[in-house]
């Protein structure tokens, strides 16, 4: 049974804050995460004047365009992001893109962007304030840097204006050893508040609202501790399988994908404690505390807490055919990359002593979802008569749905009308978007702009992305040294279209619970 929840409107209008005037240079301007979400994102930010007007796009890549086709391109974009833009609104913000085209490793060419951004810095009067943005393979994130570093296009100081801030693309680094590297490198250009490791993840309001839900509010987070609670669960499920990120993918695995950022990030969030203050800092010295306090995995007992799997071929409702992993285009046909992993670990603090946190992801699963579930600790004993005497009822379940539903929900139990004892599960639901409509911000506007003003709360530190590639590094080490024929008897199958392999229910079921995905 569901129920819906109103909430009252505020009749204070919430501060809408402006980014400072400066230049976005964006390196891999031809690509697809430009295309699909750069272009848009500083676009929605312009729309809604959170950029002022002394502002400029500058894109750059090998691909040959000019000023004229980079703008189609940009036009494109933004069509396709939202359909329903008046021509007006983007023809002036297209007429503020400019493009370069040029190789990345190339001296001359940096000269040449250094000429073109002195002269939009004049012509847009953005008193030398830059942010690049660093879209490219992650192989070119060093050398771009060091470029721009011998250049003069970044001095190596504090976050103060003129200021130079670079965002960085995910992935950053592929095991601890090249994350340590990749510091060091841009370490040598660039200070720590000038770098922004981007998770796409912490820009978007329902994850960002996982804070504010928690230390707004005195009545959840009371009993948010191993006295109340009974376990953690994250999902993060997506429907479609590798599309055209073979290349990618085949290298990367979903483990070193999923588990490093988004669902650490998630998990991390969920389980901190309070900071002391909401900045920067001091949001981020919470959350790697809370990752070195996950206890190490154990190697020599992995599979007691983590399941690997690979999609199958199969044919869900008779229907389209869904191809395996190994049938999709640009994948060799004996990989054993994993599409699917689930995962147990304990937090070794006073907080979270001995409550498990159960992690899945997989991609060609039923659905796509990101959703953590809080479930708490049944009551101690079974009061009700009738059918339900001595029956211990249902935990409370806090569900925080972050895509493609973006929501919370909390299940408990009530009494059905008219029975004498009947208990039953109501469902509380506030569904986000319906209530807050058009004031919800894309993860990247919302993360653009605050490296625009400087505000690093969202992105990784340097010591955290160290410390989540210290944590994954070890297991990512054990199963390179297997043999192939070991990987792949180890990769549990699962068809395409369903919940992953029977493995990964296994390891929540076996502990008498069950993942909450309906
Ligand atoms: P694409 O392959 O679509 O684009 C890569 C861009 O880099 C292009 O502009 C390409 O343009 C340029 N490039 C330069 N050198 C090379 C090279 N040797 N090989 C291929 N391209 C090159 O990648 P994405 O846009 O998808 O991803 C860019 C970065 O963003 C990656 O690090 C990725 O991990 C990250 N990312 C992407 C997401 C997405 O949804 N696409 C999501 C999250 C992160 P040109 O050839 O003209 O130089």
């Known amino acids: 049974m569901e129920i819906k929840m109103s909430s ?25 995460l430009s295309n699909r979400k750069l272009i848009p994102a500083v676009f929605s930010l312009f729309r809604a004047k959170k950029i ?46 400019f493009y370069v085209a040029g190789s990345y490793d190339h001296n001359d060419v940096f000269f040449h962007l250094n000429e073109k951004i ?29 470029l721009l570093g011998k250049n003069d296009l970044v001095k190596r100081k504090q976050n103060k204006s003129p200021f130079q801030r670079v965002i960085v693309e995910k992935p950053f680094g592929r095991d601890l050893e090249s994350a340590v590297q990749l510091n060091k490198d841009l370490l040598e250009y660039l200070t720590d508040q000038q770098i922004y490791r981007i998770d796409h993840y912490l820009g978007k309001e329902t994850v960002q609202n996982i804070l504010m839900f928690r230390f707004a509010n005195q009545l959840f987070e009371a009993g948010w501790n191993c006295q109340h609670i009974d376990h953690v669960q994250i999902t993060v499920a997506e429907q479609l399988g590798v599309e055209h990120r073979a290349g990618y993918f085949e290298q990367a695995g979903l483990l070193r994908d999923m588990f490093q950022n988004h669902i650490l990030q998630l998990a991390a969030l969920v389980g901190m404690e309070p900071p002391v203050e909401f900045s920067a800092d001091s949001v981020r010295d919470e959350k790697i505390k809370f990752m070195k306090s996950i206890r190490p995995f154990d190697l020599n007992n992995l599979q007691k807490q983590l399941v690997m ?34 995962m147990k670990f304990f937090v070794d603090n006073w907080r979270w002593k001995d409550v498990p946190f159960y992690l899945q992801a997989g991609k060609r699963l039923e659905k796509k979802l990101t959703r953590i579930a809080v479930v708490f600790k049944k009551v101690p004993h079974g009061l009700f008569a009738g059918n339900w005497q001595g029956t211990i009822p249902s935990p409370d379940v806090l569900i925080l749905d972050i895509q493609p539903q973006q929501g919370i929900s909390f299940l408990f139990q009530a009494k059905v009308p008219g029975s004498k004892m009947c208990l039953e599960e109501l469902r509380m639901e506030l569904d986000y978007r319906e209530f807050f409509g058009a004031k919800m911000d894309e993860d990247y506007s919302t993360l653009i702009l605050d490296c625009m003003l400087g505000d690093q709360t969202l992105y990784w530190r340097k010591d955290g992305v160290e410390t989540s590639w210290k944590l994954l590094t ?9 043999s192939q024929k070991e990987q792949d008897s180890l990769l549990e199958r699962y068809a395409a279209g369903g919940w992953g392999p029977a493995a990964g229910k296994r390891l929540i079921e076996q502990d008498e619970r069950k993942w909450i995905v309906t």
Request: net charge negative; glycine share 8%.
């Open 8 to 32: 009252s409107t505020s009749t204070e209008p919430c501060e809408i804050v402006t980014g400072e005037a400066c230049g976005y240079v964006i390196f891999g301007a031809s690509g697809d």
């Open 52 to 97: 002022p007007d002394n502002f400029f796009v500058l894109g750059f890549a090998r691909t040959v365009m000019d000023d004229h086709a980079f703008r189609l391109k940009v036009k494109d974009s933004i069509q396709q992001a939202y359909g329903d833009i008046v021509e007006p609104e983007i023809d002036t913000f297209a007429s503020k893109c």
């Open 118 to 146: 002195k002269y939009l810095g004049k012509m847009f009067a953005t008193g030398g304030n830059l942010v690049f943005h660093i879209a490219t393979p992650p192989t070119l994130y060093a050398t771009i840097v060091s």
């Open 309 to 342: 799997g690979q999609y199958g071929s199969s044919n869900p409702a008779n229907t389209q055919t869904l191809k395996a992993y190994r049938e999709e285009e640009g994948v060799a046909t004996t990989s054993c990359t994993e599409t699917y992993f689930s």
């Open 474 to 482: 070890p297991v990512l080490k054990k199963w390179a040294a297997k």
